[in-house]
């Protein structure tokens, strides 16, 4: 069974650090393009970054401030995200899926964590 198991979420000052984590169980997670996506209340989901072969995406909103990574001996994926501001709250979400490219939209990853809630207050 393919499991997603998140954590490192919490609540933070503006401008603090939080480092997200990731653990892929029942497979290889270098098989895998991984992505971090967040969705707030009343706003869709949002993929923030994701990796595969070395190549990795970022959205706008978060370029110079988050950073992907992957540790493929423990299967596990990061997010370290500095600078953070009050707009990152959201609840963020682990992904995985199979495509052959940096995959953007949510339904070409097969596989979800539970998602981790991370608040940053003012």
Known sequence: QVQLVESGGGLVQAGGSLRL????SGRLISTYIMGWFRQAPGKESELVASNRAGRTYYADSVKGRFTISR????????????????????????????????????????????????????
């Open 21 to 24: 984590s990731c653990v892929l």
């Open 71 to 122: 540790d493929n001996a423990k299967n596990t994926v990061y997010l370290q995200m500095n600078s953070l501001k009050p707009e990152d709250t959201a609840v963020y979400y682990c992904a995985a899926g199979r495509t052959e490219y940096i995959a953007t939209d949510s339904v070409e990853y097969n596989y979800w964590g539970q998602g981790t809630q991370v608040t940053v207050s003012s």
